[in-house]
Nanobody
Framework: QVQLVESGGGLVQPGGSLSVSCTAS????????MAWYRQVPGKQHETVAT???????NYADSVKGRFTISRDNAKNTVYLQMNSLKPEDTAVYYC???????????WGKGTLVTVSS
């Protein structure tokens, strides 16, 4: 059974930093593209950052230069380091694992990040 478990969300002041992580089990982690999405209630989810199995990364324009995605295949974990946080970064952050070849994909349950003074 595949599980993705996010952790590290919380409350942070504008301009602050926070790191969230997602640990996967039940899959061959290195075969999967890992991605972070976020969603604000009432809005569509937004792709924040991706890290492919071949090592490429991509970011939403809204977070470029502020967020960094990384992964540790030995720990089956993907991270999202968020710096210079803004109130508009407030959302539930979800991690997703996607196998490009098979199309199989899995989601975590999300972790809430709140940026507020």
């Amino acid at each position: 059974q595949v599980q993705l478990v996010e952790s590290g969300g919380g409350l942070v002041q504008p301009g602050g930093s926070l790191s969230v992580s997602c640990t996967a089990s039940g899959l061959i982690f290195s075969d999967y593209t890992m991605a972070w999405y976020r969603q604000v209630p009432g809005k569509q989810h937004e792709t924040v950052a991706t890290f492919t199995s071949s090592g490429s990364t991509n970011y939403a324009d809204s977070v470029k230069g502020r967020f960094t995605i990384s992964r540790d295949n030995a720990k089956n974990t993907v991270y999202l380091q968020m710096n210079s946080l803004k109130p508009e970064d407030t959302a539930v952050y979800y991690c997703k694992a996607l196998n490009i070849r098979s199309g199989w994909n899995y989601w975590g349950k999300g972790t809430l990040v709140t940026v507020s003074s």
